[in-house]
């Protein structure tokens, strides 16, 4: 059985051996030692330091298209467009070379997306169908410092700052700290109201089917 050669094999060998690829031009031997830089081998990873100054896990040729599904498609998924997918792969510490390439052409030929008519070929251009997506997380207790740090970890940092919040009367999303940290980020807080509870309804609906699964 055969193993295809990896994009960073040059790399690898010279960081590791101090070698060239035989009949090498000086011009690729120069840009080789320059390119190594921002390379670590640390066995069994190689790891690269990005222009973001993060350091981020090298994958394989062969790895790219289950990566690129499972943040397109899976459960972490969204079917966003290209440019958030591929993103979404580097905010999880990963790394190639033709990362965003390669995420446009996956995107592209996703026959789901292409099905039902989604806008994934437009840059900067939202879907046309809005989704509904939910973050869970278990947590020991349910009050206000477990919620700010929910939000802050979990929605912030992975979708962006919120434009408005709407939740339930509930003691842990209506107090100081919660409206401390809503004011400093600037989001809309709306509490839904005893007798009208279909403000709020989606989020109950969603909240029965967890506690189903559970």
Known sequence: MTHA????????NYLVASTYPQGTSRAYKARLESDAKYYVWDDPYLWRMCNDQVIRTCIQESEIQSVLHFYHAAAEGGHYGSSRIARKVLNYGLYWPTIFRDAHTFVLAYEQCQKIGIAITRRNEMPQQPMIWVEAKAAKVNDAKTVVEFLKSNIFCKFG???ALINDQG???CNYTMAMLLE???VVHRV??????QTNDQAEVFNREIKKLL
């Not at 050669?5 to 690898?12: E, K, L, N, S």
């Not at 839904?192 to 509870?197: R, V």
């Open 192 to 197: 839904a109201i005893t007798y009208h509870p």
């Open 161 to 163: 700052v919120l434009k």
């Open 171 to 173: 003691s842990h999303l």
């Open 5 to 12: 050669t990896p994009w960073y094999a040059d790399i690898y």
């Open 184 to 186: 400093k980020y600037r």
